[in-house]
């Protein structure tokens, strides 16, 4: 059973994955549309679109978002793993565990600091005024729900690892 929810939660991440995907590909639309339109006139169109910084920005800011607890899963997250090969392997796996354990809690505290964040600015009203006008909550909304994302991720590495062999995870080495 725990080996079919891991693999459903596995397609969840994929399919947020290519969320991310998609709006990188809608953000270099709309750069490229915002270049062209500032160097190519064509009647009835604006000269550029004002508001596509502050856009790509909040897509730039998603797609990091969508993708990160699919990387992780992946064990493509960022890495820094010289120390663990080269320590004996039951040490190298023991510093995995305070490793997961140390991001499993920084993981659940992000959650729940974002849900206070975003709760909190909901109540309040408050408004990001720039181009564009938009409640502040849109933007903080994504925090809570990726960090328990990758919380949830957390448990099955911590899962994988106790099931593993006892030494430092395989996956995402430095070049050999």
Known sequence: MKGGISAAYGKLLAGLALVGCATMFAMMLVIVA???LRNIPVPGLPRGL????????LMLY?????????????????????????LPPRL??????????????????MAWYGTQAAWSSFRSGAVNIK??????????????VVFL???????????????GPRGPRNDAVSAA
């Open 149 to 163: 994302l990758l919380a949830v991720e957390m448990v099955f590495r911590m899962q994988r690892l106790g099931a």
């Open 131 to 144: 181009t564009l006008v938009t409640p502040e909550w849109w933007a903080l909304a994504p925090l809570p």
């Open 50 to 57: 004002a508001w596509s910084n502050e856009i790509s920005e």
């Open 34 to 36: 915002d270049v062209g």
């Open 92 to 109: 190298a796996w023991t510093l995995e565990w305070v490793g997961d354990t140390i991001g499993l809690a920084c993981c659940l505290f």
């Open 62 to 86: 998603l797609m990091t978002m969508a993708v990160a607890p699919w990387l992780l899963r992946q064990g493509q997250h960022i890495r820094v793993d010289i120390l663990l090969q080269a």
